[in-house]
């Protein structure tokens, strides 16, 4: 196997232990009673539906002696910082649901810090990470971190709470939470062991007295909002946006449509390509904010997008068509991404490949129009362009049985393709076991001057296996990688 293989495999193995293995600290022994007091802090009783709301978990020194107090290591890949257990329950005590349950965690810097006597440490505690609130009323909250002080004991110090009120906000008090937010710092970091400031999330006005306030601001921060909102009044307000003379702003409505057009062929697209991550790629679908009678002006609206010929515009604008694209939408979709290879073409790789530039728009597309091909968009059957290439061989990849007359020729072109782009697709999507003629390319391919081709192995280790064996087949299965 290829050493750059196996040092990916063996750091994909380092980070899925750490993602099933929670950091642990050593264990100090808890203070004795009267030497701490913790406390949960909030700079008002009451908040507004939508507003960001910031809890702070302070922790005094009341002793003689110095206290130690280890905090992080449990924050990096994740949306929060999850040493801290967060409960809430409302008036009739019904236990508020966790927006992002499946939390990706690979550690973090595990600092320890040190209270002097009379003094306090904070930390900060953003509750709408842990739990969702959408509804008006009383709410008692309950937090409890270790401290590396060892796991929870009876009347432990450590588990504190806070009874808050949430209220529906007006048009007037909605247009403040806005305004509080615009004027609030942006967030760089947590304050080392100070008391936290609020941070502007525009992601939390996903209701529907925002959505005119929003709308009419028709920026990316107003998009951030409108995503969140499970309506046909907001999917109609992002379909609009979608044709804003901003890309930032277009593409970012692009994906927050992709969220709730359905994508189709029983998979979650946030899982196969990755949309970029500050246009508000990588969240979770949203439900119950689509009809398809919306579909001929989303198909409009995506289509106009792709022609814009960035990289950005034809990933966002086909992972939003992905699901609802005709037969007569693919040659639009098509020359996006024949357009991308040539962009690609001559260019040297650099290290964003993965998540910009037109070798990833290429390598996305194709995913995409895989899963247009499994739901019945029939690709090119003799490519010509680099963009027919990159459809036939997302259908090679993606539909089972797509072996037309013929195929093993047109792979072998596609392998020999001038352009890198083609290639590293056609590498990606060898069959197994392998026909004599591919095999004998695909050695070739170990030369590669595209490092893309060159590093990407065949599924299962099986290498040129059926050229070794000299006895190649054609009925073999198609990997999607």
Known sequence: MHLRAITSLLFLGVLAALAQSPPTTPPSKL????AVRITLLADKPEFFLGENILLHYRVENTGK???????GGDYRGGTRANRFKVTVVDAAGRAMPDPAPKQWEMGGLSPVGVVKPGAEWFENVWLLRYRTLEQPGDYMVTVFHDLGWGEPRPNDPRQVTIKLRIKSP?????????NDMEQAKSNHGTTWGKKGQPTADFSLLKFPVYRPLLAARGDRDAIAGLAEEPTLEATRILLRLVEAPDSNVSCAAAIALSRRIPAGGGTNLMDRVLLPHQLGGGREPVTNAWDAALAPEARRAGLKLVARATDAALVCGAAMVVGIATQEDLPALIAGVAAAAERAHGTSPTAKDRHEGPRWACRDTATLLGQMSRRGINMPPAPKTAGDFLAFLSAFGATAGFHLQGWEQTFVAAMEHPHGV???AAVARVPQPLPVAIAARLIACMTDPEPAVRSIRLREGKQLEAFGGGRASTEGHCHLR
């Open 31 to 34: 203070p004795q009673p009267g």
């Open 65 to 71: 002696e110095h206290l130690d107090c280890s905090v």
């Open 170 to 178: 007006s048009v007037a008090e909605a247009r403040q939470v806005i």
């Open 422 to 424: 083609v290639r590293e």
